[in-house]
């Protein structure tokens, strides 16, 4: 909350009663872009005005849009594109407690901040089996973007991103959805501009250095090779 303090002289002989408005405007709340209120009062030396302004949603990011989702037992991940973000979330998973499954807000991993790239538009996501990556899409910048989890806290870290006519990747412009192999050794992005399905291998030695990184394999498109139905 906002609180501002206001002190006004008020001539000893006035009469009469005294009307206070305030006027409160928020651009980012388009449903109820502003609210004003008056509090009239008889001459006196204390004047209490006062403006609450609530849409009866909690004030977290990484919702806007909201498309997509994944979980693990103990986080939920949000695909949100018209945040541009994921909105990470926690999730109380003990059975015995009030609440059970209530959902409490830690981040916002939002494109363009802290290094982060490709969550432009995001369009989906997905846990690894291991639960150690986050995977996204997004078809606005045509990319597979790859985040390194925190089990402990759940946050998500940027490794990189896989972007269509990049580095020999092709097939995922406007990439739409993605999927992962049983085995989580593969990962198969839809690319709804391209008609195509794209593979990518993953390295799932969680000793090596690139572990959860990704590496361009080809990409199956409509009317090539046989191939229809997309």
Known sequence: SVVFTIDVEVAGDATGVIENTAELTAARDPDNPSQSDTETSVSSTVADLAITKDDGLSEIDGLHGARAVAATGAFVYVAAPDDNA??????????????????????????GENGVDGLGRVSDIALTGDR???????????????????????????????????????????????????????????????????????????????????EFVDADQNGLDGVAGM
């Open 86 to 111: 994921i909105g990470v979330f926690s999730r109380n998973f003990d059975q015995g407690t009030p609440g059970h499954g209530a959902l409490e807000f830690v981040e916002a991993v939002r494109n």
């Open 132 to 214: 150690a990556h986050v995977y996204t899409t997004s078809p606005l910048a045509n990319s597979l973007t790859v985040f390194e989890r925190n089990a402990a806290g759940g946050g998500l870290d940027f490794l990189e991103v896989q972007q269509n006519g990049v580095l020999g990747v092709s097939g995922i412009s406007g990439a739409s959805a993605l999927a992962l192999s049983g085995d989580d050794a593969h990962v198969y992005v839809t690319g709804r501009f391209s008609n195509a399905v794209s593979t990518f291998a993953r390295q799932v030695d969680p000793l090596s250095p690139d572990f959860g990184m990704l």
